[in-house]
């Protein structure tokens, strides 16, 4: 498997180049553009992992797949898909205006960053550091990693330049979708995002999910069956932003990306498959890291589609 995973991030390599580190956030512009990095766990909790290994990246976005299964586990589904969609969308993961046009006006889904902070509003937890606290366990239960942070430092960053999220967080409560303390909530959402981890622990949360929701390394149960059915339902449809349809077509199993250059992918019933790589391409994706996977999921016959 090493073997593997070593000539499909040889591959990832090659575009590299074509790719940017994300630098809207001040510390993610510090990342290596030329780390490359893959992992895999079967669901025997045996974990191989090849390239950049040492590399450790923030989840960003890939965070918004624990608070989701965190809100499905404590809320239930019909609560929170009355407040957000599960529909694909065409635009940015940051943009306001579909939220604007579109009435009622509730997110597309959950994994865009307008839908991520309203599901972490509907957390029963009484301030951010008790919200952050339970998401930060949540994917520590899915990695089997005890030891994952938060990036101080990544967090402060994203609180300094994040203007469009505040203009998120706001127009949902001007419109009444949203309730709570906006900068709070938006707190939690900085921290989450910032939580660190490498490519293993990646690979790790993509077996959870691949397994039903149990963690293949520590045999405890994280999600229900059908949470981590509805997780893996929506890292299908909307798990790379725009770029969802176009990853569906070239690698054809559920994933999860971030800006921080992660992606997180699961196959049911057989593996978590990560990739880390922080440079992106135009739509926020890791370039390197989708040549990767697609390389991956030919060689391991990988699609569910």
Known sequence: MEIVLGEAVSIGRGVLEQGAVATYIPELAKSDPMA?????????????????????????????????????????EEVVFTR?????SADPFNSIMRLEMRAPHRPQNPLINSGAILVLSLLPFSG?????????????????????????????????TSDRNRSLGYFLRSVEAMEGNVDDILDSYFRQCAIECSVEDLAVMGATLAGGGVNPMTR?????????????????????????????????????????????????????VAVAGPALDERGNSIGGIRTLEELSKSLSLRVL
């Open 128 to 160: 951010s550091s008790e919200r952050v606290a339970a998401v930060l366990e949540t994917t520590r239960r899915m990695s089997g990693n005890e030891r994952l942070g938060v990036n101080q430092a990544v967090a402060a960053s994203e609180k300094e």
């Open 220 to 272: 405890e149960r994280v999600f229900s069956r059908r949470t981590a059915l509805v997780l893996r339902a929506l890292m299908m449809t909307c798990g790379l932003y725009d770029g969802s349809g176009d990853f569906a077509v070239r690698v054809g199993f559920p994933a999860k990306s971030g800006v921080g250059g992660g992606i997180m992918g699961s196959v049911a019933g057989r593996a978590g």
């Open 84 to 88: 957000v969609g599960v529909e694909p």
């Open 36 to 76: 490359l990095a893959a992992a895999y766990c079967g669901l025997d909790g045996r974990v191989c992992s090849a390239g950049d290994t040492g590399t450790m990246i923030t989840m960003q976005s890939i965070s918004k797949v624990a608070s989701l299964g965190l809100a499905l586990e404590l809320c239930g």
